[in-house]
Nanobody, 124 residues
Framework: QVQLVESGGGLVQPGGSLRLSCATS????????MGWFRQGPGKEREFVGG????????DYTDSVKGRFTISRDNAKNTVYLQMNSLKPEDTAVYYC?????????????????WGQGTQVTVSS
């Protein structure tokens, strides 16, 4: 079972920043379209953003546009989610996921491989 590994979560004050990482030794992530999802308390898992296989296109849900940025470091086989201007409503477990297709999809079922998640808590 291929496992992605997220890291970088934690407790941050409103307005603060965090950078999440997603890495694995089992896949070459540059060959996959990557997605970030989150699941807040009592909520369903939702799409946050995604990066196409070539990183030529990134898409974000409206609530994070202008605040979150996805990037890749192919040499480190790692995908990042930079989160700025964090709000309490961003509190959730964040997951990275990989799919073989070339397009970013917003539906969790379109992704084949998942990480275990990392907790992000935004609170004063």
């Amino acid at each position: 079972q291929v496992q992605l590994v997220e890291s970088g979560g934690g407790l941050v004050q409103p307005g603060g920043s965090l950078r999440l990482s997603c890495a694995t030794s089992e896949l070459t992530l540059s060959s996959y379209t990557m997605g970030w999802f989150r699941q807040g308390p009592g909520k369903e898992r939702e799409f946050v953003g995604g990066s196409s296989r070539s990183n030529s296109r990134t898409d974000y849900t409206d609530s994070v546009k202008g605040r979150f940025t996805i990037s890749r470091d192919n040499a480190k086989n790692t995908v990042y989610l930079q989160m700025n201007s964090l709000k309490p409503e961003d509190t959730a477990v964040y997951y990275c996921a990989a799919r073989r297709g070339t397009l970013v999809r917003t539906t969790a079922g379109e992704y084949l491989y998942w990480g275990q998640g990392t907790q992000v808590t935004v609170s004063s």
